[in-house]
T-cell receptor, first 111, second 111 residues
Framework: SQQGEEDPQALSIQEGENATMNCSYKTSINNLQWYRQNSGRGLVHLIL?????REKHSGRLRVTLDTSKKSSSLLITASRAADTASYFC???????????FGTGTRLTVIP | KAGVTQTPRYLIKTRGQQVTLSCSPI?????VSWYQQTPGQGLQFLFE???????NKGNFPGRFSGRQFSNSRSEMNVSTLELGDSALYLC??????????FGSGTQLSVL
């Protein structure tokens, strides 16, 4: 399976703290993306990092990519209660044109 | 621009029946992908259509099928429903694979 795995499966933090989620994948990739899902709803694209990039920022989000270890991490700084959601990484394989999603991390931010 | 629209939002069927789900992509997007989401298996890729042609297919039995019309609207069909088909079915459209736009999903319950 090309599906990635995320770690931890669940994370609970206080508002204002930082949250870090990790993603590991199995095949060579073209790019890696992070999505957010509020309970029972569709996913929303957060950020994309290409295979030749090592780090990317967007607002309070910071993504890193280590292709040698086939892993990525998503850091959310200064978390807010509204950040409570599930976060998924997704990869586009080299030469492919479909996304495979990881298992997700359920983040709970306590006010 | 209107987002991705999926209908119906909720559906209850019994074992053995068949079901058709509909997805209207964002105007201008020619790629439509379908995913099945369950608590145990996460997000599983079903298939992807591009300009009325199935371009990619996931590892699902032949009971799962789809099609795309000339206006890019897509339908997926599940025949001979099983209890294990109960899931949130998500449709996503894109211009390329650098950002998917998801609908809110159809929650299917098979009794």
């Amino acid at each position: 399976s090309q599906q990635g795995e995320e770690d931890p499966q669940a994370l609970s933090i206080q508002e204002g703290e930082n949250a870090t989620m990790n993603c590991s994948y199995k095949t060579s990739i073209n790019n890696l993306q992070w999505y957010r899902q509020n309970s029972g709803r569709g996913l929303v694209h957060l950020i994309l990092i290409r295979s030749n990039e090592r780090e990317k920022h967007s607002g309070r989000l910071r993504v890193t990519l280590d292709t040698s270890k086939k892993s990525s991490s998503l850091l959310i700084t200064a978390s807010r209660a509204a950040d409570t959601a599930s976060y998924f990484c997704a990869t586009v394989g080299t030469g492919a044109n479909n996304l495979f999603f990881g298992t997700g991390t359920r983040l709970t931010v306590i006010p | 621009k209107a987002g991705v629209t999926q209908t119906p939002r909720y559906l209850i069927k019994t074992r053995g029946q068949q079901v058709t789900l509909s997805c209207s992509p964002i105007s201008g997007h020619r790629s439509v992908s379908w995913y099945q989401q369950t608590p145990g298996q996460g997000l599983q890729f079903l298939f992807e259509y591009f300009s009325e042609t199935q371009r990619n297919k996931g590892n699902f039995p032949g009971r799962f099928s789809g099609r795309q019309f000339s206006n890019s609207r897509s339908e997926m069909n599940v025949s001979t429903l099983e209890l294990g088909d109960s899931a949130l079915y998500l449709c996503a459209s894109s211009w390329d694979y650098e950002k998917l736009f998801f609908g809110s999903g159809t929650q299917l319950s098979v009794l």
